[in-house]
């Protein structure tokens, strides 16, 4: 199923790519522009995630066109007024929207509230979707350092893109023993070959805001493209949509390329990539921390515990992805994409003709929506479904 809603003052669109019980999930973002394939792809690669962590819902994208920048009450008047041309899609919960580039989950929440959307209230607890993003975008990197003969300690990123998930995964890498020589956002960007502080660099934003990055004391003033063409070993595309692209692909020195945004590369520039061996890990893994991180908080599984699952998952499947690249002489996101799909499928059938196990999990997830279970038994089970849930990489798979 592909359907795609066009949507007049303010300008925007809605696309569904798949369902699962008539219901389709993604968010909502602002951007300046974008074109209707472009979402529709967008909306594909939200099956994709889900299909690959094992979340059965189907895959949409809502995109509003404006800057994600602007002042905060501007969007949200923007994001009330989109709101109401798809009320109907959010009223029978064909649509269920989530934060993205631009909006946050209380945006979302405080948009419903004002169309009398109450039914899908409970889906907001989250606000560490940013966060559990940037846990997968550094499990991938890890992972594929490892796959190279290295670690992550003293190793040099980029983020491109300072937001919610780019300043998150700046945190966790500088912890886990990286250093962050470049980082940008839409007015530009900084460099430092022997690392950046954050706590410096946080502050100065804090108190000169992000249209300031260039005039960064303790940096040398960059453009985004210049950014993004350092020489590094971890490229990390935390902004827009098709970020490398086959004009600026060759420019590309890292030797990792793990994404916190969508579709971060266009499919020519990744073949381009992979000819000068650089691995280009799949976006829809390694950004997939978000969705994850948000179900199994509903599950009202602990922090702490939440991150550890996915960083041990999304590790092992990137290393498992790449040992079956070079085993198959296959891209990464051929096989990803072969997988997820399977996962995908296999997941929509079940939930047409569930089993014992899917009709357990359906009782818990109703029974815990109208609060009727204690959260310490719920977030004592759940765990164990979604050590089970992670699509499985395997040449089977790839070839079933």
């Known amino acids: 199923m592909k359907k795609l809603v066009s949507v007049a003052s303010p300008r925007g669109y809605l696309a569904i790519d798949t369902t699962i019980n008539g219901k389709a999930w993604g968010g909502i973002r602002f951007q300046k522009e974008i074109s209707e394939a472009e979402i ?3 909306a594909h690669a939200m099956t994709l995630k889900f299909g690959f962590s094992g979340i059965p819902q189907g895959g949409a994208k809502a995109v509003i066109i404006g800057d994600p920048d602007a002042p905060h009450s ?11 041309k798809i009320r109907s899609f959010l009223l029978d919960c064909r649509f269920n929207p989530a934060g993205d580039m631009g909006t946050s989950n209380a945006d979302i929440e405080y948009m419903l509230r004002s169309l009398k959307v109450e039914k899908q209230l409970d889906n907001y607890r989250s ?58 956002n839409s007015s530009g960007a900084v460099y430092q070959p022997g690392g950046i502080r954050l706590d410096r660099f ?9 249209t300031a990055i260039r005039a960064y004391p303790d940096g040398e003033p960059l453009t985004t493209e210049q950014l993004i063409s350092l020489p590094a070993d971890i490229l990390c595309p935390c902004s827009i949509h098709y970020r490398i692209r086959s004009r600026n692909a060759d420019t590309i020195q890292a030797g ?77 996101a051929e096989i990803a994409e072969a997988v997820a799909q399977n996962a995908f499928k296999a997941m929509k059938r079940r939930a047409g ?10 009782l818990i997830v109703n029974t815990h929506h109208l609060r009727l279970l204690p959260q310490t038994l719920v977030g004592a089970i759940a765990p164990v479904y979604f050590k089970g849930a992670i699509a499985k990489i395997s040449a089977d798979d790839f070839y079933s």
């Open 256 to 332: 990792i390329v793990s994404a916190g945004s969508n579709l971060p590369v266009t499919s020519q520039a990744e073949s381009h990539l992979m000819d000068k061996g650089v691995l280009c890990l799949p976006h829809f893994i390694t950004n997939c921390g978000g969705v994850l991180g948000g179900t199994m908080e509903f599950a009202s599984i602990p922090g702490r515990r939440i991150q550890s699952i996915i960083y041990t998952k999304i590790n092992s499947a990137t290393s498992q992805l790449l040992r079956l690249s070079e085993e198959l002489r296959l891209p990464c």
């Open 353 to 362: 003709s569930p089993g014992l196990k899917e009709y357990l999990m359906r």
């Open 74 to 84: 501007d969007r949200l008047n923007e994001l009330n007024r989109f709101g109401r």
């Open 127 to 184: 606000s560490l979707s940013g966060y559990y993003t940037a846990v997968s975008v550094a499990a991938g990197a890890a992972s594929a350092m490892q796959h190279t003969g290295k670690t992550l300690r003293g190793a040099r990123v980029v983020i491109d893109g300072f937001g919610s998930v780019g300043s998150n995964l700046a945190m966790i890498l500088t912890n886990l023993g990286a250093k962050v020589i470049g980082i940008g």
């Open 202 to 210: 946080v502050r100065f934003l804090k108190d000169y805001g992000p």
């Open 40 to 42: 529709l792809r967008m």
